[in-house]
């Protein structure tokens, strides 16, 4: 069992760039597949981008694409998402998500997951 704490949220101009953490607990992180989503106010919770075990295989949402980058340091038992040229759309509570898994296939709904953490709230003003 994994326990995830996401951090780095806050608030930042049209244009400007945040980067979040996951910190996970426990032994097996370099297991889990883990995964980014968001939720904005009064909307579904969206799937943002995932990485599998080693960070060697990654995928993103059509609409952070080029935009965003996920990354890992098994080492640190932390996922990073390195969000750039952010946009008000990207306003929304950001959640990390992981599930003990080798798989490379593109895990985009959030019932894929066992795990989460609490979320982070990301404002981007126009």
């Known amino acids: 069992q994994v326990q995830l704490v996401e951090s780095g949220g806050g608030l930042v101009q049209a244009g400007g760039s945040l980067r979040l953490s996951c910190a996970a607990s426990?032994?097996?992180?370099?297991?889990?597949?883990m995964g980014w989503f968001r939720q904005a106010q009064g909307k579904e919770r969206e799937f943002v981008a995932a990485?599998?075990?080693?960070?060697?295989?990654?995928y993103y949402a059509d609409s952070v694409k080029a935009r965003f980058t996920i990354s890992r340091d098994n080492a640190k038992n932390t996922v990073y998402l390195q969000m750039n040229s952010l946009k008000p759309e990207d306003t929304a509570v950001y959640y990390c998500a992981g599930r003990q898994s080798f798989s490379i296939s593109s895990s985009v709904n959030a019932w894929e997951y066992d795990y989460w953490g609490q979320g982070t709230q990301v404002t981007v003003s126009s």
């Open positions: 426990g032994r097996s992180f370099s297991r889990y597949y």
């Open positions: 990485i599998n075990w080693s960070g060697g295989w990654t």
